[in-house]
């Protein structure tokens, strides 16, 4: 695939010039030697990563920068490295003369990167370490702030560095986590549809059509995968920048966050506060994707309700408190902003029931969703383990809080369901 024809730009039948400002995207094998060239008008560099990251890339890098005056700023491997206030506050703190940040790493250290450069106005690159998320091409930094997941938007970088001897040896939780991360587009595309049809959300069909063609090329890596095949790395690689450029095309994170991505957000959030465990963000996406397909499976067999659901205003904050504590006065302020809990929807719901039903069962089924992941070792018992039928209900009903985007959840919650894990 010629990813750097895409970032030319697409003229859409959607009405829009799609476009990308990313320079260069290599992935290939020994694609860090490209940076001699990419590199070669910046004299002072900032490097970012943590042990871990750089353990597997950054005597690379410094090799082929080895005439640069390089700084570095590299975090603790041993807990997980939150992208907070804290994290950037570290990072801006060795910005003086510096030329370029290099991020070294996958999701949480080339948010961390997008977002310091954004904000700074010195542009970055990435150097990835694993195949494990879509954001390198995104211009969307998902960062923690003030204790809410926050998808801010940003910039991007001028290079994505992908070195398939290093993506290969990547541990094998976080390759996994990337084919979890695309299976999860299922979800994603179908919450674009059914906004588009309940909210008049823009919709971009090439958009749509390009994500889902990467669903598929997925589905077909997950032996090699398993195995560390070189190609079917590369091609996994492909799909998630693809995937992130699609995202930058259309102008936020749309076709490739939805449901799945609030249950994950929630998991985490809740994890964090409550110093619970977590599992990595595409291991939770994926897993969340069987839930948002057993939603919509649940919904289809029911008849659409006449009566819109809500709980009293102090149900709600009650119940806002007892899940989110310090950050829920947070989402509270988010929901009265967007304006969710008085949007009147019944009225739509019933009009558009045919065209509802029909979006929401032209994706994969539960089982079939468990099928896929399976391909790839993914194990759906250790979801139900982890989180327990009470947390994962909880996140069902109250994930949607931490967004403003409308989903399957919004749907579910407003004509009256629930989950449960039988």
């Known amino acids: 695939m010629d990813i750097n024809s895409i970032l030319k730009g697409v003229e859409c039948s959607c009405g829009k010039m799609h476009s990308c400002n990313i320079e260069y995207v290599y992935i290939e094998k020994n694609a860090v030697l490209r940076m001699t060239e990419i590199c070669k008008d910046y004299n002072n560099i900032l490097i970012v990563a943590d042990e871990n990251t750089f353990s597997a890339a950054g005597n690379s890098v410094e090799k082929v920068l080895e005439n640069k005056k390089i700084n570095k700023v590299i975090f603790g491997g041993q807990r997980i490295l939150i992208p907070d206030e804290d994290a950037i506050k570290t990072v801006d703190e060795q910005l003086a003369d510096v030329e370029l940040i290099i991020g070294i790493g996958s999701g949480v250290i080339q948010d961390l990167c997008k977002y310091v450069s954004f904000f700074s106005g010195i542009p970055y690159m990435v150097v990835a370490t694993a195949p494990s998320m879509d954001g390198y091409a995104s211009d969307g930094a998902a960062m923690i702030l ?11 970088p001028k290079a994505i560095i992908a070195d398939t001897e290093i993506l290969k040896n990547a541990p094998m939780e976080m390759i996994k986590a990337g084919y979890g991360d695309i299976i999860g587009k299922y979800s994603a595309l179908c919450d674009w549809k059914l906004s588009e049809a309940v909210n008049g959300e823009y919709f971009c069909q090439y958009i749509y059509d390009t994500t889902y063609d990467m669903i598929q090329s997925t589905l077909d890596t997950a032996k090699g995968l398993l195995e560390r095949d070189e190609k079917s790395v590369k091609a996994l690689m492909e799909a998630l920048i693809v995937v992130g450029i699609m995202m930058s095309f259309a102008g936020s994170s749309r076709p490739a966050s939805g449901s799945e991505h609030h249950l994950s957000h929630f998991f985490e959030i809740v994890g964090i ?109 250790e979801f139900y383990e982890m989180y327990g039928e009470k947390k994962i209900k909880d996140a069902v009903l109250y994930a949607k809080d931490l967004k403003d985007r409308y989903t399957v959840l919004w749907f579910n919650y407003d004509t009256g369901g629930g989950y449960k894990n039988e």
């Open 146 to 156: 003030k204790g809410m997941k926050e998808t801010v938007k940003a910039g991007l």
């Open 273 to 381: 506060i409550n110093s619970e465990p977590y599992f990595p963000h595409g291991i939770d996406v994926a897993y969340s994707t069987v839930v948002t397909a057993e939603i919509r499976e649940n919904i289809l067999k029911k008849t659409f309700s006449d009566k819109l659901y809500r709980v009293s205003e102090d149900e709600y904050v009650g119940k806002m408190k007892e899940i989110y504590k310090n950050v829920a006065d947070e989402c509270i302020a988010l929901q009265n902003r967007v304006g969710n809990y008085t949007a009147e929807r019944i009225n739509v719901y019933k009009k558009k029931e045919a065209e509802i039903r029909e979006i929401l069962a032209q994706m994969p089924k539960a089982d079939e969703i468990k099928d896929m992941l399976s391909l790839a070792e993914i194990d759906v018992s």
